[in-house]
């Protein structure tokens, strides 16, 4: 035995993973892990190799070496969930992953992996890939900020600064004067506004003082009178319940939401609704616009907050997002959040 066939079979002997290696339907090795499953589960590997070849012959009876088989020559391996508890949790049981090795030879392995750790694998990967969304759409704000910063906070002060100076240097008429500090005054009356928009924009003060209802009939305020549109806000949730990062993000969607609808969707009214079901909070956004069809779009066009990154930001704070639109009749935008009872109030889940 060469140095290689001994590390291979070392690691097959160790793998973490129970494997076990057929010829036709006689078992030719298993490895430890195998035995140690065998002892504590008292199940008939060759059992198991029937439930594979069930599968296989589903599929087009891959263990045959039939040359005119198409789905033999392209399918090499069957995946069964075996081994099942009466615990009916999604981390009971195994997982049997069946794979041709020699077909001409009738070589086969069934290799079984626990659920358990097959399902902690993909949570870890699928946390890993929100909080992938959520950095993107925080680096995404941070930028919108820094630009709004540099082309209307910072041009605006210039300018006043500008102003102040020539107001300082030059000789000017008295009415020159005046004149020369209303521009200042206007100018920096105007950059105020700009600050005090990008402050609402981020996070309403209001929300701090009187919590998300009080925010969303805000914001409904203030797009209403800029827009022109019917703006409502109605419900009887107790927003309070939920943890201040779910207000902001129902907030932000709430927000993302109306502004998608006023740019792009031609809506004449839209409606917030905040609601409280049975252990669940909705917002629901829901406009009478033109409508889309959803598949074929992967993102709103706003510049903050697309739809994907809505999704992924709700999706890290364990709540639900969910679009519904039809071209001509209007979309509406959900949110849900779990919250249960107890001690006569809602609390997070």
Known sequence: MTENDKWITRYFENAPVAIILFQEDEMLAC?????CLKKQLHFDPH???????????QQGNLATDCPSCAIAKQ?????????????DSIDAGYMMFY???DLRQHITSLTLKSCGTLNRGLRLAQNEEISRYVVRANEEDRHQISADLHDNIAQGLYFAMTGVQRLAN???SSDERQTQAAAIT???QETLAEVKNMALEVRPS???DFGLFAALRALATRLQATTGIDISVSGNAQPACLSEAIQSAMYRVAQEAINNAVKHANASEIMLLLVEHNHFITLQIIDDGDGFNVAEHSQFNGHSLGLSDMNERIKSLSGIFHLDSTPGVGTTVSVKFPVCMSKGSLQNV
């Not at 490895?31 to 035995?35: I, L, T, V």
């Not at 399918?75 to 615990?87: G, H, I, M």
């Open 206 to 208: 209001v929300m701090d």
């Open 186 to 188: 206007q100018q920096l």
């Open 99 to 101: 794979k041709a090795l």
């Open 47 to 57: 059992y198991l190799y029937e439930i594979a070849q069930a599968a296989v012959d």
């Open 170 to 172: 030059c000789d000017l």
């Open 31 to 35: 490895n430890r892990a195998a035995r």
């Open 75 to 87: 399918v090499r391996e069957v995946v069964v969930p075996v081994l099942s508890a009466e615990d």
